[in-house]
């Protein structure tokens, strides 16, 4: 199944992902302390630490149809001035996929996120998507280029009890670096080359 990501541009990083007919949900996350995203964008380095300018939200969604799949990400952006500062969006895309949809990803929602090399989805495979907005600029993705000799590793992944804005336990922290590559998606040689990159975060189940 081709994974439809356009969403996302119109989305502008804080609300779900949507494609086909969809449930998701996202909403900005609580202050935890040590949620951040940062990297190096073409040399500069790019901190997005929650806190006064950043907000984590989640960026959660699921499409049904033939199969059902579920992404999970979450995104760095100033909810009262997205425009002014860089955004960075980190998404697991298809990580769980049910041909029943059977309702089954809470229950398998705290397995789902390994401490492993992922790769990079190209918009039809699972994998990871990276969506990087520099300020005054339109959104770069990782899925219109090639990855060879991008990387993308968690390192950590812990439960939390407690810390769902949807009232249920249903959360994990994920930790991590990567480096990649994103792309104009109107003008494929005009690239954004990441590196340095580095997270901890929250997902939360949908």
Known sequence: MKKIIVPFLAIAFVACNSDDDNSGSNAPNPPFAGNFASITANGVEVPMQEGPIYAQSFSNGSS???????????????????????????????????????????????????TAAYPYSNGSNPGMLVIYTPVGAEPYISSFGSQTGSTFEVTEVTALESSSIFGTDLSMRVKGNFTCKVYNPDMPADVITIENGSFSFILDAL
Do not use: K, R
């Not at 697991?92 to 705290?110: H, L, P, R, T």
């Open 64 to 114: 049904t149809g033939d199969i059902c799949s579920y992404d999970y990400g979450a995104s760095f952006s100033n909810l009262e001035n997205a425009s002014a500062h860089p955004q960075i969006l980190i998404s697991f895309q298809d990580i769980y996929i049910s041909a029943a949809c059977d309702g089954m990803e809470d229950e398998v929602f705290s397995t789902l996120f390994e």
